[in-house]
């Protein structure tokens, strides 16, 4: 069965520090998708990045990139100059070929300070 | 432009009094979700359509139901909220494609207050 955790229940960076967001995944699927999304406070999910299982480059957009190593099931969240408006929650999600579903992690709180 | 409209934002019920969500969507995709997110917690999936296709997840009370009277619009009912109801709703929709890597797009979501 497909299973997202994050052992990460909150982390603090301070404002243009780089942070990272640990996720590890367990699926018996060859090929599936790993995406991260943040959650403010308003309660919105929005999207951020998305990895294919397949892809053999680091998926990249803007200040976030997704730090991917498949033998060790990890796709962790690395966001660059972090800045105060990323404060928020954040979760990994993964979705299997075979059930079609997108399955969250817990999430992980960030908190940017100055 | 918003692309997943949720209304409303905040929907506030009795015990025991039916309420009714709705979704709708400008995307034309062909995958609608609702997802139950209580505090601190990940989005649990409740059940979602391919075109009128309904899959309902297997631990989803009875108490939930759902409508889709086209691909614009999908509805989330509660028959008979309880205290443990009380959560944020989201909705999410989907274009279906024959690979993994399609992002659903999300809703800003309805806060549910059951008193």
């Known amino acids: 069965a497909q299973k997202i955790t994050q052992t990460q229940p909150g982390m603090f960076v301070q404002e243009k520090e780089a942070v990272t967001l640990d996720c590890t995944y367990d699926?018996?699927?060859?090929?599936?998708?790993l995406f991260w999304y943040k959650q403010p406070s308003s309660g919105e999910m929005i999207f951020l990045i998305y990895?294919?299982?397949?892809?053999?480059q680091n998926a990249t957009e803007g200040r976030y990139s997704l730090n991917f190593q498949k033998a060790r099931k990890s796709a962790n969240l690395v966001i660059s100059a972090s800045q105060l408006g990323d404060s928020a929650m954040y979760f990994c999600?993964?979705?299997?070929?075979?059930?079609?579903?997108?399955?969250f992690g817990t999430g992980t709180r960030l908190q940017v300070f100055p | 432009d918003a692309m997943v409209i949720q209304n409303p934002r905040y929907q506030v019920t009795q015990f025991g009094k039916p309420v009714t969500l709705s979704c709708s969507q400008t995307?034309?995709?062909?995958?609608m979700y609702w997802y139950q997110q209580k505090s601190s917690q990940a989005p649990k999936l409740l059940f979602h359509?391919?075109?009128?296709?309904?899959?309902n997840e297997a631990d989803t009370p009875d108490n939930f139901q759902s409508r889709r009277p086209n691909t614009s619009f999908c509805f989330l009912d509660i028959r008979s909220p309880g205290l443990g109801d009380a959560a944020m709703y989201l909705c999410?929709?989907?274009?279906?494609?024959?690979?993994?890597?399609?992002?659903?797009?999300f809703g800003p979501g309805t806060r549910l207050l059951v008193l």
């Open positions: 999410a929709t989907r274009t279906l494609t024959s690979g993994v890597g399609e992002t659903q797009y």
């Open positions: 999600a993964m979705r299997e070929r075979e059930t079609d579903k997108l399955i």
């Open positions: 995307l034309n995709h062909n995958v």
């Open positions: 699926t018996s699927d060859q090929s599936y998708g």
């Open positions: 359509y391919y075109d009128k296709d309904f899959n």
């Open positions: 990895q294919g299982s397949y892809d053999e």
